[in-house]
């Protein structure tokens, strides 16, 4: 079974980057849609990214919408989420998720969750 695990959460400044990549084990991520989703103390969970299997598609949260980057490397079975530009307002437990169903913000449609990284940004 496909397992996810996150990494690359921190405490940030404002203004600063942070790169989190989601590795996979337990199978291959070349036919999975990855997203990134996220969940601030007390909100619901939030639609931040995905990429299509092939990573020709990516969509993004128009909150997060120039700001942030994503990308997969199929070779090393990682999507990576580049976040620049940080505002406190990022701050959450970040997740990724797999599906077979497309690049979607829509989370009901993944599969397989990771147990997430904390981004806190504060000063």
């Known amino acids: 079974q496909l397992q996810l695990v996150e990494s690359g959460g921190d405490l940030v400044q404002p203004g600063g980057s942070l790169r989190l990549s989601c590795a996979a084990s337990g199978g291959t991520l070349d036919y999975y849609a990855i997203g990134w989703f996220r969940q601030a103390p007390g909100k619901e969970r939030e639609g931040v990214s995905c990429i299509s299997s092939s990573g020709g598609s990516v969509k993004f949260a128009d909150s997060v919408k120039v700001r942030f980057t994503i990308s997969r490397d199929n070779a090393k079975n990682t999507v990576y989420l580049q976040m620049t530009s940080l505002i406190p307002e990022d701050t959450a437990v970040y997740y990724c998720?797999?599906?077979?169903?497309?690049?979607?913000?829509?989370?009901?449609?993944?599969?397989?969750w990771g147990r997430g990284t904390q981004v806190t940004v504060s000063s």
């Open positions: 998720a797999a599906s077979q169903f497309g690049c979607t913000v829509v989370s009901s449609v993944y599969d397989f």
